[in-house]
Nanobody, 119 residues
C-alpha cells in the first residue's frame, strides 16, 4: 500500500507564504502525475496545480503566478509553494497522485492539510 501524507498547512496573513509538502511512503512504487487540490467549506474540490513525472506543470487560473508546484522523484516528495496568499485560498489542501505499484496503477489521496489565510 502507498500512502500520501501532506504537511505544512497553517494560519497565515494575507500576502504571506506557505509551502506544502506531500510525502509518498510504501514499497515498490513509482509516482506518475501528481497534483494538489483544495476544498473550501461548501465548495467542490478543485484542482490547484498538477505536475507530470517529467516536470510539466499546469495551474488553476486563480493561482497562476502565485503558486509553484515541484517534485523530487528520488525522494518521492511533491511540494506546493504558495506566495501572495489571499483569504480566498483558505481551504483544505489535498495531495493526489497516480501511482504504479507492481502491475497496477491507482489514484490515491492524502488526508489533507488546512490552510487558513486571514485578512
Amino acid at each position: 500500500q502507498v500512502q500520501l501524507m501532506e504537511s505544512g498547512g497553517g494560519l497565515v496573513q494575507a500576502g504571506g507564504s506557505l509551502t506544502l509538502s506531500c510525502a509518498a511512503s510504501g514499497s515498490n512504487f513509482r509516482l506518475l502525475a501528481m497534483g494538489w487540490y483544495r476544498q473550501a467549506p461548501g465548495k467542490q474540490r478543485e484542482l490547484v496545480a498538477r505536475i507530470s513525472r517529467g516536470g510539466s506543470t499546469n495551474y488553476a487560473d486563480s493561482v497562476q503566478g502565485r503558486f509553484t508546484v515541484s517534485r523530487d522523484n528520488a525522494k518521492n516528495w511533491v511540494y506546493l509553494q504558495m506566495n501572495s496568499l489571499k483569504p480566498e485560498d483558505t481551504a483544505v489542501y489535498y495531495c493526489n497522485g497516480d501511482i504504479v505499484r507492481g502491475s497496477s496503477q491507482i489514484n490515491s489521496w492524502g488526508q489533507g492539510t488546512q490552510v487558513t489565510v486571514s485578512s
